[in-house]
């Protein structure tokens, strides 16, 4: 029995912009996302019928949700492509929390069809028959394909990967926390009543200089509807924001809840994941997952 094994980088956006609501319901984005290090892991293999397994500290809230929809829909996609996917057993060490805008089910099934491209259907899959199965899942699952910095747009289904010019021998670490809610990606952006301007042209300027700092200043329209539902929120991004030795900035990911705080002082980061989990809140420190770095290894 042969396993291949594949690392899922938790995704989180720097900023995100809402710029309208289309006609078929959903919305305009323009982001900036970033991967880390830090992130779930899928342990494959060929057996004769499909089964999914999960592991992890968030498998068994992963469980009461109804388990990992999206992985299942990738292979019924492609079997229903014409692709003569054979039945897999999956397991699945959840280690990113659910409903956290940290793109977990989305790197999840990601991860899943790059390891299908490498090792179960090698020479079979193109890049432009990943993309399109990507965007038929969900609308994370095509930036998570290549992880590493992108320059998300449209409904976030369009990515383009960039190079930012951060010295190689200064590494950027991010505190990732959670305050324990999953919420809803669809009540976030039905509570959106303003939508804002595109800020394209600073967002380009800005990553061309590396400048995190003013990129993370271009916000997330989605921290308000979230605070005003969940003040938590709030009160956990007044903590990362603190400045420190290093302090970059910090925010909310995606619809929330998870926040970050970038820095590039690896204590200061420890030391702030450590009070947070002191306080009862879930929290991470991690690197950036650069993909130049061949030797950055992901973390367990």
């Known amino acids: ?67 990992d929809s999206l992985c299942r829909k990738l292979c019924e996609g492609l079997r229903e492509a014409g692709y003569d996917l054979p039945p897999l057993h999956i397991r699945l060490e959840k280690n990113i929390p659910l ?25 079979t899959l193109l890049q432009e028959v990943m993309l399109e199965q990507a965007a038929q899942i969900g609308a994370d699952v095509p930036v998570c394909l290549y992880p590493g910095w992108q320059i998300m747009t449209g409904t976030g289904t369009k990515s383009r990967p960039v190079s930012l010019p951060v010295p190689p021998d200064s590494p950027l670490y991010v505190v990732l926390a959670n305050p324990g809610l999953a919420l809803s990606t669809a009540e976030i952006f039905a509570s959106l009543s303003d939508y804002s301007i595109s800020a394209a042209g600073q967002l380009a300027e800005y990553i061309q200089k590396g400048d995190l700092e003013k990129i993370i200043a271009i916000g997330n329209d989605l921290t308000a509807p979230a605070v005003a539902r969940y003040p938590e929120i709030s009160r956990l991004i007044d903590v990362l924001g603190q400045p420190h030795k290093g302090f970059i900035g910090a925010g909310m990911s995606g619809s929330g809840s998870s926040c970050f705080a970038l820095t590039t002082n690896r204590a200061s980061a420890q030391s702030l994941a450590q009070r947070l989990e002191k306080n009862g809140i879930w929290a991470q420190t991690t690197e950036i ?12």
């Not at 078929?24 to 892991?41: C, I, K, M, N, Q």
């Not at 997952?289 to 367990?300: S, V």
């Open 1 to 67: 029995m042969l396993w291949h094994q594949i690392h899922a980088p938790a995704k989180f956006n720097l900023c995100l912009q809402v710029l309208k609501k289309r006609e078929d319901g959903y919305h305009e984005l323009l982001s900036f996302a970033g991967f880390t290090r830090f992130g779930d892991r899928l342990s494959v293999c060929v057996q004769p019928q499909d089964k999914i397994e999960y592991e992890g500290p968030f498998a068994g809230a992963l469980v009461r949700a109804g388990g």
């Open 99 to 123: 409903g956290g805008g940290l793109g977990g089910g989305s790197t999840d099934a990601a991860a899943l069809l790059r390891l299908i491209s490498d090792k179960i259907l090698p020479q």
């Open 289 to 300: 997952l650069d993909p130049a770095n061949k030797q950055a290894a992901p973390e367990r």
